[in-house]
């Protein structure tokens, strides 16, 4: 099953849980609800704002709601470091610089270097390749777990 697919699905399960339609869910989180429909026809994956704001809303894990897990579980809402801070520990964590980086992932440089110094964020699809480049959780990528 692929990302999108997962992601709309387990949106449509954790709404059915609280008993929420989509224009309940946009007015409680101030996303639009058509943007919400989108999410729920499969359509489009969030940005990494929305997708962080509704794990913290529905208490859950990123990765549960991307399907990356099958664990619904929580976690806590923490103030997260900014991602190009987490993304600088990953990387001197494997000992890697942009450059060897760059030489095994194959991002477009300059996106690496926009996140590195934090003028920009990945999309979450990008977030994904790194959990799997970093051999980690996307939670973990997104600060918001230890």
Request: hydrophobic share 40%.
């Amino acid at each position: 099953m692929d990302i999108l697919t997962s992601f709309g699905e387990n949106l449509s399960d954790v709404m059915f849980d609280r008993n929420l339609t989509a224009e309940l869910l946009a007015a409680a989180v101030n996303i639009d609800r058509s943007v919400i429909y989108k999410y729920l026809r499969k359509e489009c994956l969030p940005s990494l704002e929305n997708i962080i704001v509704l794990a913290d809303y529905f208490e859950c894990s990123v990765d549960y709601l991307l399907g990356l897990t099958t664990a619904n579980g929580f976690v806590s809402k923490k103030v997260a470091q900014p991602f190009c801070e987490r993304f600088k520990e990953l990387l001197n964590s494997r000992g890697l610089t942009r450059y060897k980086f760059l030489k095994q992932i194959h991002f477009a440089k300059q996106s690496v270097d926009d996140w590195y110094n934090g003028k920009r964020v990945p999309t979450v699809e990008n977030v994904i390749k790194l959990a799997e480049f970093f051999d980690c959780r996307v939670d973990y990528i997104l600060g918001r777990e230890s």
